[in-house]
């Protein structure tokens, strides 16, 4: 199945780890919830942190286009 086309615009981020999150990135792609490489398992992972906090009511603003 093709990707949406994203409904916002999108920027480049850099995040460096260590291999354990390498590894951990791994696996969240093999689940296939998270993309199909380590930039958008992280991407996604991040969203749906920000998510989390925001429905437990630690922060205001939710990310929009985020489900």
Avoid: F, S, Y
């Amino acid at each position: 199945m093709a990707r949406q086309k994203n409904r916002i615009g999108t920027v480049r981020i850099q995040v460096a780890g260590n291999p354990k999150l390498d590894e951990r990135l791994d696996q969240a792609i093999k689940t296939g919830l998270c993309g199909k490489n380590r930039a958008e398992a992280a991407e996604r992972l991040i969203a749906l942190g920000w998510l989390a906090l925001h429905r437990e009511g630690l922060i205001d603003d939710e990310i929009e286009g985020v489900d």
